[in-house]
């Protein structure tokens, strides 16, 4: 397995392609919980990783390479960004040493996949790890093939999407409470792709329950909108939409409180933003539904979309209570609220699995049901690139229909980012014949 990329090496590491029983090369056993966040953009390759190392539980950043000596290559061992990672997966270790160094002096556990592959990728691994892929082929072996069979199959990968939403959801929950959960996962889904993670730093950085207590001892929207600028930094990069005697009252309100803000600096994506998708619009729209729900308890805040007499559950009077709530302007001076679009997707990524993981913990079983009613009944959100892109592999008749419920467009996400982004026509192939087999035997049982 010669000149293997270590792009193909963070698909492995996201997909979870691995034994369940790793060893690291000094033979600590290791578990992962999460693997991570995979970040995009400067700093360790997957962010706040949860895994348990010889039992005991640890969250960090996991960094990957092809092998152990590109740590050092890539100046990892100067760089302080690096010291936040709690350990270095690697392809093969081709070094004496069993151990990582950061450039704080902690020694890191490294994690050598080579022979800690699960079965179905080994192969895969072999064939694909150096294929080149033609962005202009529109032929898929497998949207080719009969075509009452593909909203099944789409639906299926829907469903495994949602089943790694809550892994990922019952993974942090080990850290924090459904309060805080609930909280950082809506200042994350603010940040499209580019900003989700530093939303996601700032929730963990002004946490749930120091929102509350300000609330709690008298702070107004001004004065926690405040907090979240001057943390996040973003209260140097104002819209020019936003009147100066605004700002002026926010600098007042940081002053005021006597505020201090931490060592630690998040890098906003602010290149070529659209003014209604600017960091600082998006925390004034979600600012309203976060300030109300703190006043007592945001779960239980949360808990009212879903509290309908049983007989009278509908997707759309659910969406409406959600849009009315979630759309509420926290400032009569700035009109801009969320838009419907993305409050759908903030009930489809965020709310919905919450509470159904919610729901699951506290045995509620008419709550869970009520949950799995909406998320396979919710119709389609807008289209996004992705959803676009796999359009060519479909028959009109075919994507139209899966455009009508969102649990069929969250399928072909899940289908691109777990096949098509990486090329793996093969095994995406192999693993369709597989269910389809097995399909086919539980009805002729």
């Not at 992962?32 to 962010?47: A, M, V």
């Not at 940040?191 to 509350?212: D, E, T, V």
């Amino acid at each position: 397995m010669n000149n293997i990329q270590e792009k193909f090496l963070y698909h492995i590491w996201d997909q979870q392609h691995i034994t369940s029983e790793l060893l690291t090369l000094t033979g600590k056993s290791v578990k992962i919980n999460f693997q991570g966040h995979w970040n995009r953009g400067k700093g360790p390759d997957f962010k706040n990783a949860i895994i348990l190392l010889d039992n005991q539980i640890m969250t960090g950043d996991v960094e990957i390479h092809v092998c152990s000596y590109d740590w050092v290559a890539h100046n990892h061992n100067e760089d302080c960004n690096f010291n936040t990672v709690i350990l270095h997966v690697i392809y093969e270790n081709k070094s004496q040493y069993t151990q990582t160094i950061r450039e704080d002096g902690t020694l890191i556990e490294i994690l050598e996949l080579k022979n800690q592959l699960s079965e179905d990728i080994v192969k895969l691994f072999e064939e694909i790890a150096n294929d080149t892929f033609s962005e202009k082929e529109k032929y898929c072996p497998v949207f080719s093939m009969q075509q009452e069979w593909i909203p099944q199959l789409v639906l299926k990968a829907g469903k495994n999407r949602l089943q790694r939403k809550l892994k990922r959801f019952t993974a942090e929950l080990s850290f924090c409470s459904f309060d805080q959960l609930l909280y950082q996962g809506l200042l994350e889904s603010l940040g499209y792709s580019n900003n989700k993670y530093p939303f996601y730093q700032l929730a963990q950085q002004i946490p749930y329950l120091r929102i509350k207590k300000m609330i709690d001892q008298g702070a107004s929207k001004l004065d926690v909108l405040s907090l979240w600028l001057h943390v996040s930094g973003l209260i140097n990069h104002i819209p020019t939409q936003i009147d100066q005697s605004f700002v002026r009252d926010l600098s007042d309100s940081f002053i005021n409180n006597n505020y201090q803000i931490p060592e630690f600096s998040i890098e906003w994506n602010l290149f070529r933003i659209r003014p209604i998708n600017h960091p600082v619009f998006r925390m004034i729209q979600i600012l309203e539904f976060i300030y109300i729900g703190a006043q007592n308890n945001l779960t239980n805040y949360v808990l009212k979309l879903f509290s309908f007499e049983k007989e009278k559950i509908t997707i759309s009077n659910f969406r409406h209570r959600a849009q009315t709530i979630l759309s509420a302007i926290a400032f009569n001076d700035i009109k801009t609220k969320m838009g419907a679009s993305r409050i759908d997707l903030v009930l489809i990524n965020v709310i919905l699995p919450i509470i159904l993981l919610y729901a699951n913990k506290m045995e509620y079983q008419e709550l869970e049901i009520i949950c799995y009613q909406i998320i396979e009944e919710f119709p389609g959100v807008t289209e996004n690139t992705i959803t676009k892109s796999m359009r060519k592999y479909l028959t009109e008749d075919l994507y139209t229909d899966i455009n009508k419920k969102s649990i069929l467009q969250q399928g072909l996400l899940q289908i691109y980012t777990q096949y098509c982004s990486h090329h793996l026509c093969e095994q995406c192939q192999k693993s369709f014949v597989e269910w389809k087999s097995e399909v086919i035997e539980i009805k002729e049982v």
